[in-house]
Structure formats: C-alpha cells, structure tokens
C-alpha cells in the first residue's frame, strides 16, 4: 500500500482507517471506484431524461414541497440550496481527526458507485482530505487552480444522506477503545510477571473451554 490507500479499492476495516489516520496516508481513488461512480452517474442522467415520473428529491423539492416539480435546468441549483441550507455552523467546531474520518468514510460511501455523484465530487474530497488545514475556499481554488465544484442532480443528497458524522465520531472511540484494551492487557501481563504470577491460568486451551473471543485474545497477549 506504500503511502496511498486507494479508496473503494475493498473493503475499510477498523486496521485500515487506524493506519491511514496515524500514518498520514494519502488517499487516490481506485480505477474500479471511477468507473463505477460513472457508471452510476450514467444511469442517473438516464433516467431524469427518460423518466415521465416525478423523481423524489430529484425533479421535485424535498419533504412537504414533494409535490413541487424543479425544471431540468434547477436541478443543480436546488442541490447547491440543499447544502446551503444545512450549512448553518452551530455548536463547538469538530476535530480535525474527525473531519478527516468523516471525509474518508463519506469518499468510500461515495465510491461503491450507488449514489448517482459525479466522479470530481469525490476526487474533491479526497483532495481536501489530503491537503487538510482550515483555509479560505477562495485562497485553495486559487493556489491549486481548482474550479468549484458544479453540483448536477441528486449530490447534495448524496453529500447529506449518510451517517458519517457520527460513524466518524463511533469508529474514532472504538480504535481508542482497541488501543486502551491492549494497553490495559500489557500493563497486566508485565505486573503478572513483576509479581511473579502464574502463566498456567492464561493458557489457550483454557480459554477455548469458555469461549469467549476477548477471552482468548487476552490470554494470547498475555502469554
């Protein structure tokens, strides 16, 4: 993997997120992501034009304005109004680290090609996620001679619709509880041995008896 994790290139396991984080690894998006979110984006475009139906959120407003139909030339600026309107900034600001989580986390939703984005709105949060300070938006456009990004139909939904804020803040407490678990069984096994204790109680074949998967795992470490 070097020093780049390609995103939707697998599965994101719990080892994966740990080393991209305290590694600082940069994030690329996979050859098969791209092709899949095109794919996707594809079929979307599709669909508006073919369809005779109202499409939910898509060429018609959100919640009660359901019935409400937005013409084809709309459909980006009701998705740019969604996002502004959620953008009301209240509250302590997030961490970094759970900003960058949440990035990675909405990039590899984003990537297994099922929310209709366009390729450039995932490529552009995997740029933030690399580049990573808190800037002026207008300053990082000019400085990486970057256009903004033109939200086309369904994206700010798929920007919005997920539960990568609190996934991020879940996963961040898990890795720590991982950590503080194995610390917790190193501190005990070096006071075992101080206090010269028996190994005899952590044997594996003890620990199968149970068997709990904790159980076991700290009996290894122990040993």
């Known amino acids: 993997m070097n020093n780049v994790y390609y995103v939707g290139s697998g599965e994101l396991t719990f080892d994966l997120i740990?080393?991209?984080?305290?590694?600082?690894?940069?994030?690329?998006?996979?050859?098969?992501?791209?092709?899949?979110?095109?794919?996707?984006r594809d079929y979307l475009d599709k669909k508006i034009a073919e369809s005779e139906e109202p499409l939910y959120g898509i060429?018609?407003?959100f919640g009660s304005l359901c019935s409400k139909s937005i013409s084809s030339d709309e459909l980006g600026t009701?998705?740019?109004?969604l996002i502004k309107s959620h953008a009301c900034s209240v509250g302590e600001e997030i961490r970094p680290v759970i900003i960058k989580l949440m990035m990675l986390l909405k990039a590899h939703a984003l990537?297994?090609?099922?929310?209709?984005?366009?390729?450039?709105?995932?490529?552009?949060?995997?740029?933030?996620?690399n580049k990573g300070k808190k800037r002026?938006?207008?300053?990082?456009?000019?400085?990486?001679?970057?256009?903004?990004?033109k939200l086309m139909s369904?994206?700010?939904?798929?920007?919005?619709?997920?539960?990568q804020f609190m996934s991020a803040n879940g996963v961040f407490a898990i890795l720590k509880a991982f950590r503080l678990s194995k610390?917790?069984?190193?501190?005990?096994?070096?006071?075992?041995?101080?206090?010269?204790?028996?190994?005899?109680?952590?044997?594996?074949c003890i620990q199968q008896i149970r068997p709990h998967k904790g159980q076991i795992e700290t009996g290894a470490n122990f040993r």
């Open 78 to 81: 009701l998705q740019e109004n």
């Open 59 to 61: 060429t018609t407003g």
């Open 136 to 149: 002026e938006a207008i300053s990082v456009l000019d400085e990486f001679g970057w256009e903004p990004v």
């Open 183 to 204: 610390k917790a069984d190193l501190i005990a096994a070096l006071s075992l041995e101080a206090f010269d204790g028996r190994i005899d109680p952590f044997m594996d």
């Open 154 to 163: 369904k994206e700010g939904l798929a920007l919005l619709n997920g539960t």
């Open 111 to 129: 990537s297994l090609g099922h929310s209709g984005v366009q390729v450039i709105t995932v490529q552009r949060i995997l740029d933030f996620f």
């Open 18 to 40: 740990e080393r991209i984080i305290n590694e600082n690894l940069k994030l690329e998006l996979a050859p098969e992501a791209k092709l899949r979110i095109q794919k996707c």
